[in-house]
T-cell receptor, first 110, second 111 residues
């Protein structure tokens, strides 16, 4: 069964610190991998989207990496801000079907 | 730019009542459309997706159904709601390798 697993399940960091979130997937065939940020009670918002040929993509303080050989991706957040507190969801595309990970809940404390 | 409209924002329905949630897309044509459900504190569960008018793929067997009567309209329905249908329902749309856009969701409480 195609799956997307994320770690850690939750994370607490201090404002200004960096953090890295992990995503492992078994989806095949693979079209693209996306990272989303979801604030509580809101719809997810796209951060990055990468095809299998892309290794890294940045969006401001967010940098996503992809290793299609090992089927791993990471999302690195630099100089965290209080507004980064949210759930971060890894989504892998199998053609037109999107398979969501269960997310990492990030809390940034002052 | 693409916008996903979803309504209502919140809904309280008794067990056994029917359901109809509507999602419309603005700013793009022939999008892939998705219905997701998110239980409290959990990840998104794909319910249905559609690649075109009248084309619906169901991911989870349940008492929900979906229809796509128009290119930019996606409807989630139920004839008789169950308590377990409570959750946060999200509609999303997008094309190929472009970012997926989400609506603001409908919080459904079945009592």
């Amino acid at each position: 069964k195609n799956q997307v697993e994320q770690s850690p399940q939750s994370l607490i960091i201090l404002e200004g610190k960096n953090c890295t979130l992990q995503c492992n997937y078994t989806v095949s065939p693979f079209s693209n991998l996306r990272w989303y940020k979801q604030d509580t009670g809101r719809g997810p918002v796209s951060l990055t989207i990468m095809t299998f040929s892309e290794n890294t993509k940045s969006n401001g303080r967010y940098t996503a990496t992809l290793d299609a050989d090992t089927k791993q991706s990471s999302l690195h957040i630099t100089a965290s801000q209080l507004s980064d507190s949210a759930s971060y969801i890894c989504v892998v595309s199998e053609y037109d079907k999107l398979i969501f990970g269960t997310g990492t809940r990030l809390q940034v404390f002052p | 730019s693409q916008t996903i409209h979803q309504w209502p924002a919140t809904l309280v329905q008794p067990v056994g009542s029917p359901l109809s949630l509507e999602c419309t897309v603005e700013g793009t044509s022939n999008p892939n459309l998705y219905w997701y459900r998110q239980a409290a504190g959990r990840g998104l569960q794909l319910l249905f997706y559609s690649v075109g008018i009248g084309q619906i793929s169901s991911e989870v067997p349940q008492n929900l159904s979906a229809s796509r009567p128009q290119d930019r309209q996606f409807i989630l329905s139920s004839k008789k709601l169950l308590l377990s249908d409570s959750g946060f329902y999200l509609c999303a749309g997008g094309r190929d390798n472009s970012p997926l856009h989400f609506g603001n969701g409908t919080r459904l409480t079945v009592t």
